[in-house]
């Protein structure tokens, strides 16, 4: 008959939200035992006791707001609520999570495909909603890049999803991971490929296809309507919508990113569940050494910087935000490069002409200080109007018929 500190060691456990068998494997008693004294009600010393409620008790409400948000991830939540004060086990947490999430689907099972070190970069993008300081739902486009054999993730929020926006992650991303992999895997995204040519094969995105050859690196495409195909990326998505996003707050997209980045690095010190080791090892004792080495980034900013008219009233759109410049380049065409969270407009010579932080608020009007100094009615004119001339009646000589009958 168990009795003392044994007996006491099964009920707290019990209280805790514990099943027979997790009781069991952490006392050592078989499950029958721990069955018995459970359901029978045996109680410690024939007296009873008051519940002492579980140390998950008063960080319930936390952890229902944080899968009510989304995030149902066990080691997730608990990073979460540890710094709160939680100091119990995280199998009560995992039951109790268990116990509130929603049911999942079904999946159907994939056949898993492993690439070498430093041949291939998957990516792709997401769609993440958040709350704008206005109270207004939003969404912000998240790109997502991973190494096909390491595993190692990078994860960046862009102002826009087009093909500048595009270029501008995957140039970041061979950036993050320090050189470049032999092959890029995505599906038909039209900033990737335009659609199939008559005699085979693929018409690419030229702007993409460019910086590619620039880089040296090929272009392969997922099976159509088959996204397993880069499961790895799909995999790093879902993972991010659910473990980095919900409850998330950040100030500007490069507050956001900042957070990220950190995110990535956390990450790549966990033991990844299918390779049994921690991304970070199997990138640099095997991948690192692979990676090819890229151009600077001066180099590659021409693939970045885009052609922008500027309105009458002295903006530029860029990722559905205004900025301005200054009113005399009213009508003209700059070009303007997103750099460092901030974007760089430029004039004629590459004149910089106006620098911004990136917002990424859709329609927001950004003022240049300044903008409108010194403008008058004639320095505002863009150009000249047209001009018509008047000009003097010509004289001519009146003749009589006959002298025309003469000459002839």
């Known amino acids: 008959m ?12 019990a209280e805790e939200g514990l099943g027979y068998r997790e009781t069991a494997r952490l006392t050592g008693h078989s499950r029958n035992t721990v069955r018995k004294y459970l359901r029978d009600g045996v109680k410690y010393g024939n007296t009873s006791r008051k519940s002492r409620g579980s140390k998950l008790d008063p960080y319930k409400d936390t952890v229902s707001e944080l899968v009510e948000s989304g ?40 056949r898993r495909y492993e690439t070498k070190p430093g041949e291939q970069l998957q990516f792709d993008w997401g769609i993440l909603p958040f709350v704008n ?22 994860i960046r929020f862009a102002d826009s999803m087009d093909i500048y926006g595009l270029i501008t ?66 995999r790093s998505i879902r993972y991010v919508k659910e473990n980095f996003w919900p409850g998330r707050e950040f100030e500007n997209l490069v507050d956001v990113n900042t957070q990220a980045i950190a995110w990535c690095k956390d990450r790549d010190q966990i033991r990844h569940a299918t390779t049994g080791m921690k991304p970070i090892d199997m990138f640099l004792k095997h991948e690192a050494v692979t990676l090819r080495e890229m151009p600077s980034i001066e180099e590659l900013e021409p693939f970045m910087t885009r052609e922008r008219k500027v309105s009458h009233d002295g903006f530029v759109s ?29 004039g004629k010579d590459n004149e910089v002409i106006a620098i911004h932080e990136l917002k990424f608020k859709s329609r927001e009007t950004v003022y240049l200080l300044h903008q409108y100094a010194k403008m008058t009615a004639e320095t ?29």
């Open 380 to 408: 505002a004119r863009i150009e000249p109007l047209g001009r018509a001339f008047e000009v003097p009646a010509m004289d001519i000589e009146k003749r009589p018929l006959e002298a025309y009958v003469e000459v002839m």
């Open 169 to 234: 992650c995957v140039i970041e991303a061979f950036r993050y991971f320090g050189g470049l992999t032999n092959a890029v895997l995505r599906d038909h995204m039209k900033t990737v490929v335009i659609g199939a040519i008559q005699k085979g094969g693929w018409n690419y995105n030229q702007q993409f296809l460019d910086l590619c050859r620039y880089l040296g690196v090929s272009i392969r495409l997922c099976q159509p309507r088959r996204a397993q195909t880069k499961g790895k990326v799909e």
């Open 71 to 110: 995030l149902t991830s066990t080691p997730a939540i608990m990073e979460r609520i540890v710094p709160l004060g939680y100091s119990g086990l995280e199998t009560t947490l995992r039951n109790f999570i268990r116990s509130i999430r929603p049911p999942r689907s079904v999946q159907v099972a994939v």
């Open 318 to 346: 860029f990722g559905g935000t205004f900025y301005g410049v200054p009113f005399r380049y009213a009508g003209s065409v700059v070009t303007a490069l997103p750099k460092d969270g901030s974007l760089i407009v430029y």
């Open 2 to 13: 168990l009795k003392g500190r044994s007996l006491m060691n099964i009920y707290q456990l």
């Open 133 to 154: 300081k206005d109270g207004k739902n939003a969404n912000l486009p998240c790109f997502v890049a991973t190494l096909s054999y390491s595993r190692r993730r990078y």
